[in-house]
């Protein structure tokens, strides 16, 4: 059997929980959380980061840090995972769901400044497979209009659009350190905060609303109640576990590059004689090998070809259902313009099995099973 996904463990985890163990300090914002803040701000260039325990959580703090309010409006692709969504749907506002791209199948720049209106607060530019979206002409778009940007950099971490990392580039970004990302912690994440202005009350948010921050620094004799807010902070065990991940980020993505790579030139043969497109990376976007993903021809029913992997042990899936498409999507959404790409690719999509430790055998053996699901010789 090969999986799709099979969490990655550097070896050091269990030490560092123990450490944490030992410290006696269990709760969050203790060491382990505060070297996971400075790996972050190092890596990333962001002013501040803030671990949270999902990158829903973080998503959602971001919502609460530019105070959408009901009858705003937010813009956003529809392909993508409920929470990019959802964190707005549960201040009031309305996601304005905009097609996606041919080529990377991140939200179309080209198509968000007509989708802006006078109730627009925020662009979500979702970096798909760790591809980055063409952010220099959504940046340009927000500051025309006064907008905020919110990356949903989920699974991004590593990725850089033109040398930038993926996150630190709008007003807010947000990772995710879930167990099916490239760097894990079982369930995780962090808001990178990367307009300075929105520090202070990010802490606030974090942590229920206080001052508590504030008041640990040593900066303020008592902390109390500032503003709206919740608990947002994941358990030291949890960043202690994180911590040996991220001393291991450049190596976990090294890795998953050379599969990724080599799924790419075993594929490429597909591709040339028309049965499938291979993912598309623009020259300003270094991805971290989030996915491989294959589109199927038109022509090609993915439910066969899905379940002939199946038949051989091979655990490959498809993605997103369209959120404008769902029955939360139809009730708390609004589409602007057709999203045919969003529609047609997502029934195309599949992704194949990539983990730190899939075989050269094992990838053999994917793409020979897919050959054989579409008919095609070894």
């Known amino acids: 059997m090969t999986p799709f996904n099979k969490p990655y463990m550097t070896g050091n985890e269990i030490f560092y929980i123990q450490e944490a163990h030992a410290n006696f300090k269990l709760s969050g914002d203790g060491p382990f959380t505060e070297r996971c803040h400075q790996w972050l701000e190092q890596h990333t260039g962001c002013n501040r980061a803030l671990?949270?325990?999902?990158?829903?959580?973080?998503?959602?703090?971001?919502?609460?840090?530019?105070?959408?309010?009901?009858?705003?409006?937010?813009?956003?692709?529809?392909?993508?995972?409920?929470?990019?969504?959802?964190?707005?749907?549960?201040?009031?506002?309305?996601?304005?769901?905009?097609?996606?791209?041919?080529?990377?199948?991140?939200?179309?720049?080209?198509?968000?400044?007509?989708?802006?209106?006078?109730?627009?607060?925020?662009?979500?530019?979702?970096?798909?497979?760790?591809?980055?979206?063409?952010?220099?002409?959504?940046?340009?778009?927000?500051?025309?209009?006064?907008?905020?940007?919110?990356?949903?950099?989920?699974?991004?971490?590593?990725?850089t659009y033109k040398g930038r990392a993926l996150g630190s580039i709008g007003d807010l970004g947000a990772y995710s350190f879930h167990e099916t990302k490239n760097v894990i912690s079982g369930e995780g994440g962090a808001l990178l905060v990367n307009d300075a202005e929105l520090v202070l009350n990010a802490e606030i948010i974090r942590e229920k609303g206080t001052n508590r921050s504030q008041f640990f620094r040593g900066e303020i004799d008592k902390y109390t109640w500032q503003n709206i807010g919740s608990s947002f902070l994941p358990g030291e065990l949890i960043a202690a576990f994180l911590w040996a991940q991220l001393q291991e980020a450049e190596q976990i993505t090294r890795q998953r590059l050379i599969i990724w790579h080599r799924y790419h030139e075993m594929l490429r043969s597909l591709e040339d004689e028309q049965?499938?497109?291979?993912?598309?990376?623009?020259?300003?976007?270094?991805?971290?090998?989030?996915?491989?993903?294959?589109?199927?021809?038109?022509?090609?029913?993915?439910?066969?070809?899905?379940?002939?992997?199946?038949?051989?042990?091979?655990?490959?899936?498809?993605?997103y259902v369209p959120l404008h498409s769902s029955p939360a999507g139809l009730r708390y959404g609004r589409v602007h313009g057709h999203l045919a790409n969003t529609e047609q690719l997502s029934e195309r999509l599949i992704r194949l099995p990539l983990w730190v430790g899939l075989t050269e055998n094992q990838q053999d053996g994917v793409v020979s099973a897919l050959r054989q699901s579409l008919g095609v010789a070894s």
């Open 51 to 159: 671990l949270t325990h999902s990158c829903t959580a973080s998503l959602e703090m971001a919502a609460l840090l530019l105070d959408i309010r009901p009858g705003d409006e937010v813009i956003m692709p529809s392909y993508t995972f409920v929470s990019t969504a959802n964190a707005f749907v549960l201040r009031g506002a309305t996601p304005v769901f905009v097609d996606i791209r041919e080529d990377t199948l991140n939200l179309d720049e080209k198509l968000i400044e007509a989708a802006i209106t006078p109730r627009t607060k925020a662009i979500v530019p979702v970096h798909y497979a760790g591809v980055a979206c063409e952010m220099d002409s959504i940046v340009a778009i927000a500051e025309r209009y006064g907008l905020k940007v919110i990356e949903d950099a989920a699974q991004g971490v590593m990725s």
């Open 275 to 319: 049965y499938l497109r291979r993912p598309i990376v623009p020259a300003d976007c270094q991805h971290n090998a989030h996915m491989y993903y294959i589109l199927l021809s038109p022509n090609i029913d993915r439910q066969v070809v899905l379940d002939q992997l199946k038949q051989h042990e091979i655990s490959a899936v498809f993605h």
